[in-house]
């Protein structure tokens, strides 16, 4: 089991920029492949990016490449989620997840951080 801390978010115009961290804990980080999901306000939760265990490969959801990248630093534990050029529509809860298989599908996550909120004004 691994334990992650998400922080990072926070309020942006629209246009704007904001960088996610995630600090894994309890095991090593280069066991898992790392993935950003979120969840907007009556919405399901889902995929936003993933990177696998050494990083040498990223996915990201349709609504977010080239805008969105994600890395990883396995010496440091941690995760990151750049996100520019940010739209309205980003505004969500986004979370950290730590899963065995790459990419990531949301029932194969095994463990969540607590999350953040990231607001986009228009």
Do not use: H
Request: with cysteine; proline share 3%.
């Amino acid at each position: 089991q691994v334990q992650l801390v998400e922080s990072g978010g926070g309020l942006v115009q629209a246009g704007g920029s904001l960088r996610l961290s995630c600090a894994a804990s309890g095991r090593t980080l280069s066991t898992y492949a790392m993935g950003w999901f979120r969840q907007a306000p009556g919405k399901e939760r889902e995929f936003v990016a993933a990177i696998s265990w050494s990083g040498s490969f990223t996915n990201y959801a349709d609504s977010v490449k080239g805008r969105f990248t994600i890395s990883r630093d396995n010496a440091k534990n941690m995760v990151y989620l750049q996100m520019n050029s940010l739209k309205p529509e980003d505004t969500a809860v986004y979370y950290c997840a730590a899963a065995l298989k790459y990419p990531p599908k949301l029932d194969e996550v095994g463990d969540w951080g607590q999350g953040t909120q990231v607001t986009v004004s228009s």
